[in-house]
């Protein structure tokens, strides 16, 4: 049964970069859309990006259109979320997401498997 760990957040300071990692457990993750999600406090969830199974289609939010990256590399069973010029806006849990097959399904319903979230912390 499919299951995904998220990893890379931390503490850093407003321009900085990090790089996030969703990997897959007791499954592949290969044939599915993942996205990533965040959540900050107060605030509704939010999707940030998504990328499709081949990685050959990729979606964005607006708030982070031209500074966030997703990736995947399918030989190594992870997708990555590269964010640069961080904003104190951007501090949130990330969370990675799968299930379906297409990016467009989580449109209108929630991925069936998600992580348990990664923090990520942009502070002076």
């Known amino acids: 049964q499919l299951q995904l760990v998220e990893s890379g957040g931390g503490l850093v300071q407003p321009g900085g970069s990090l790089r996030l990692s969703c990997a897959a457990s007791?499954?592949?993750?290969?044939?599915?859309?993942i996205g990533w999600y965040r959540q900050a406090p107060g605030m509704e969830r939010e999707k940030v990006s998504c990328?499709?199974?081949?990685?050959?289609?990729?979606t964005y939010a607006d708030s982070v259109k031209g500074r966030f990256t997703i990736s995947r590399d399918n030989d190594k069973d992870t997708v990555y979320l590269q964010m640069n010029s961080l904003k104190p806006d951007d501090t949130a849990i990330y969370y990675c997401?799968?299930?379906?097959?297409?990016?467009?399904?989580?449109?209108?319903?929630?991925?069936?498997?998600w992580g348990q979230g990664t923090q990520v912390i942009v502070s002076a």
């Open positions: 990328i499709s199974s081949t990685g050959g289609k990729t």
């Open positions: 997401a799968g299930g379906a097959y297409s990016c467009s399904d989580y449109v209108s319903h929630d991925p069936h498997v």
């Open positions: 007791g499954s592949t993750l290969t044939y599915y859309a």
